[in-house]
């Protein structure tokens, strides 16, 4: 009996080669404990070396290697062959983002919307080093925990219809890693990143379509960070109308 | 020349949210502000034709009897069902409630969503009847 091998249908672009992107069919053998990452190094190293993706770690850390796997954002080194053969599958890049070549997305503007949330923990006056660290109880890990396990793999950006609608939104991502600092104990940076959190481009372009967080590999929930964001924007502004000399 | 060395920007087609059940789910949720805001101009006009005098009042009421208007109404609550239902059910993502350091579960929202709802009927249904059901 011959080995088992499944096809994989990958969309090809070549920049100043193609006007539209077009599909590529390759046959790879097929392994129970292969994932599509698996596949796709196959092609590289032993069909054809002009395929282009990202990828680093394998195991769903670095969150490289996100791919459309059959109409779904996926980590390639998490999407088991198993899963669908003796079915073809059909690998594409990111949706919603710019095809830079093959499987490789244009990722700026995530990149600029990620350092305009400013997500680093943002002090009134920084102690010196020698004064010890910054203490934080088990419960105050416990609020922000959750939204720190991202890792800007953009999943959640190719699943947001709003996204793909308004490429001004500020996005899931982002958002939830804003969440994750302003829900900081030690942070003292919620203002500074309300402009831009609360702003037009921001939470309430956010209409809970809820797939951001069904697509995250790590758990972070985006849209519940949204949600709680948005919450917290409406009451940051009922403040300030019942208390317009407070601090704000 | 060959084609610009430009990333490639896939279009957005109008049926995106075909094909995709969250998707769908999603816009069917939309489409139903609607028929709610169908519902809130037919109550807008039974207080236009209440204010022009009891002729016109019965003449509307009638009108609302119209086996087309009765279909509207059924369907529009059956949307505003469907859009409570799913709604309520994306409350505890809004609502993160810490009880003693706990965050209180999500069934526990939803059923506190359900909660306010039914204490909201009965006094609506207690300024309009005069008692409580």
Not at chain 1, 230 to 237: E, F, H, I, T, V
Not at chain 2, 53 to 75: C, D, K, N, Q, W
Not at chain 2, 98 to 121: D, K, Q
Request: charged residues 20%; glycine residues 6%; proline residues 8%.
């Amino acid at each position: 009996m011959p080995d088992p091998t499944i096809t994989l249908e990958v969309m090809r672009y070549g920049p100043g080669r193609d006007e539209t992107p077009t599909y590529q069919s390759y046959r790879v053998p097929y392994r129970e404990d292969w994932v599509v990452l698996d596949a796709l190094n196959y092609i590289k190293d032993e069909l054809d070396g002009t395929l282009t993706y990202r990828w680093s770690c394998r195991m769903g850390v670095c969150g490289s290697c996100g791919m459309m796997i059959n109409g779904t954002p996926k980590l390639s080194c998490a999407a088991f062959l198993k899963d669908y053969y003796p079915s073809a599958v059909r690998v594409e890049p990111l949706a919603n983002f710019p095809i830079a070549r093959d499987l490789v997305i244009v990722m700026d503007d995530f990149m600029e919307n990620l350092s305009r949330v400013k997500p680093w923990i943002i002090r009134e006056d920084e102690r010196p080093t020698s004064e010890g660290e910054y203490r934080q109880t088990p419960a105050e890990l416990d609020r922000y925990k959750q939204f720190s396990m991202c890792i800007n793999c953009l999943l959640c950006y190719s699943a947001c219809p709003v996204y793909a609608l308004e490429p001004h939104f500020v996005g899931p991502a982002a958002i939830a890693l804003a969440a994750r600092y302003n829900l900081d104990s030690r942070d003292r940076g919620s203002a500074e990143r309300r402009d831009i959190v609360a702003g037009p481009d921001g939470v309430w372009d956010c209409t809970l379509v809820g797939e951001c967080s069904v697509v995250c590999p790590k758990g972070v929930d985006p849209a519940g960070a949204i949600q709680q964001a948005k919450l917290a924007s409406a009451l940051d502004w009922m403040k300030s109308i019942v208390l317009p000399w407070g601090r704000r | 020349m060959g084609p610009p060395m430009t990333p490639y920007r896939r279009p957005v087609r109008f049926t995106w949210w075909l094909g995709h059940r969250g998707y769908t789910l999603f816009v069917l949720r939309e489409l139903t502000s609607l028929f709610i805001g169908a519902e809130a101009v037919l109550l807008l006009l039974l207080l236009h034709n209440l204010s022009k005098g009891r002729e016109s009042y019965e003449a509307y009421l009638t009108f609302l009897t119209a086996p087309g208007m009765i279909v509207l109404h059924i369907v529009a609550l059956a949307a505003a069902i469907f859009h409570a239902v799913t709604w309520f059910a994306l409350a505890p993502k809004a609502m993160v409630v810490r009880v003693g350091g706990r965050r209180v579960p999500p069934p526990a929202i939803i059923a506190a969503n359900y909660g306010a709802l039914a204490v909201a009927s009965l006094i609506i249904a207690w300024i309009v009847l005069g008692r409580i059901p």
